[in-house]
């Protein structure tokens, strides 16, 4: 019997034991308790889904994606560190010809023209309009045709008695600065290397998708003709077949414009713009790849945008 009471004895200690603890540990208000309270479920924080850019390898030495509707950054490595452009210099080329060279202009090649490194699509004395050799020019990245368009400015404006306009160079330099290309300027008109450590043309991968914004948004005519793996550009006297340098054009979806480059110092360098869905074109440059590399470093930043404005809707 006396076990049984000290049993019930020590269960009623334990639980005012009990009850005391909760209500020391209460922080409710005195008013609050008694009160009945729905206990909510808990949520697991789910993580922060991770950029498909951060997944991206490059082997370019600099690389920037730029949404051109939106004015905003996607990805970018050493965006403003300055780097041979080797052939994007053509894109300078034809921006300067274009707006300095008068329209109805007749460029003939000379023997000076062809004399480039590279191939040689022209003939002395053939005639073009300069539309046509700028088309060809960047398609074929052909170093003698930009070569004829820098001689065509020379002689028709910057050879003036009255008044020194300077050489087509001295041009591309000047509009470099008139763009804010800080990182950018030019030896030449083709980008070839001028010797084993000096290249024909420096600029950051910022620079040049500036450049070439610019270039879609101001003459997008000029840069369609580099959206085709293969065209045919007629002169005043023949007719060129001429395949894009850019390899793997059809592999990139919605393409608007394309320019490669390549040369002992730069490396493999490629610039593009694309759409990435009705009215979204992003601009996307890379510098300081290898000459196949390049591709593959586009193409993977192209998926790596793809996926990114995907989860954005």
Do not use: C
Not at 47 to 75: H, M, Q, R, T
Not at 77 to 94: I, R
Not at 160 to 188: H, I, P, W
Request: no cysteine; aromatic share 8%.
């Amino acid at each position: 019997m006396t076990s049984g009471k000290s049993q019930i004895a020590a269960v009623i200690i334990l639980l005012t034991a009990v009850f005391l603890f909760s209500l020391v540990n209460d922080n409710s208000s005195p008013g609050d308790r008694g009160v009945v309270t729905k206990i909510l479920p808990i949520y697991k924080k789910t993580p922060v889904e991770e950029s498909p850019f951060l997944a991206v390898e490059l082997g370019a030495k600099a690389a920037y994606v730029f949404d051109i509707k939106n004015s905003k950054v996607l990805y970018a490595k050493n965006e403003n560190v300055q780097l041979p452009l080797a052939s994007l210099a053509k894109l300078m080329t034809a921006l300067v010809a274009i707006q300095n060279i008068p329209a109805d202009k007749v460029v003939t090649i000379t023997p000076e023209d062809i004399k480039k490194e590279g191939d040689s699509y022209f003939a002395v004395g053939e005639r073009w309009s300069l539309k046509n050799i700028i088309g060809l020019t960047l398609v074929s990245s052909s170093n003698d045709g930009a070569a004829a368009i820098a001689s065509a400015f020379d002689l028709a404006v910057g050879r003036n008695e009255s008044k020194d306009f300077g050489t087509f160079v001295d041009k591309m330099n000047e509009t470099a600065r008139d763009l804010s290309l800080t990182q950018t300027y030019f030896l030449n008109e083709t980008g070839l290397d001028v010797s084993y450590d000096l290249s024909g043309a420096y600029g950051s991968a910022k620079d040049i998708s500036k450049l070439m914004i610019y270039l879609f948004n101001k003459n997008p005519g000029v840069l369609e003709v580099t959206s085709y793996g293969s065209v045919v550009i007629n002169s005043f006297d023949m007719e060129h077949a001429a395949t894009n340098t850019n390899r793997v054009i059809g592999d990139i979806p919605g393409l608007l414009s394309s320019k490669t480059g390549y040369t002992d110092l730069a490396g493999g360098n490629l610039s593009i713009i694309f759409e990435a869905g009705p009215n979204r074109p992003i601009a996307i440059t890379i510098l300081g790849s290898t000459e196949e590399g390049r591709f593959g470093d586009v193409k993977n930043l192209v998926s790596a945008t793809l996926k990114s404005i995907q989860e954005i809707r």
